[in-house]
């Protein structure tokens, strides 16, 4: 009898388990539906969550691009956002595959006018 309700429990707590992993998935996913291009870096972050990686931040000629990620930790998935001027302009299953550009910044020297 101890043997059947103890497998009976173990049954129940794998299930639970295995229920509440794969939410996480189905939930970013639902949430990430729910983006409109347009919407400000705190409206994304409203349905995303405040989980994000910060990738970059680069002046160019139209202004400030920022770009974030989000991933869920348990299958790998992620997903790529980009604000110019803070307003969402694109996002994308994955990370972007490329070499950051070195920026460099010229240094005035004293006596130098």
Known sequence: MKRILLNKFFL????????????GVWSLDSKVKQL?????K????NVLG?????????AVPEGDLETIAYSDNLYGNSYTIRFLNDKLVEWFAGTPNRTPVPVVV????????
Request: a negative charge; glycine letters at 6%; proline letters at 5%.
């Open 50 to 58: 405040t989980s994000y990686t910060h990738l970059e931040a680069i």
């Open 106 to 113: 010229p240094v005035p020297h004293a006596g130098h006018n």
């Open 42 to 45: 705190q409206e994304v972050v």
């Open 36 to 40: 409109r291009l347009g919407m400000s």
């Open 12 to 23: 129940f707590i794998l299930f639970c388990t295995v229920a509440l992993c794969s939410c």
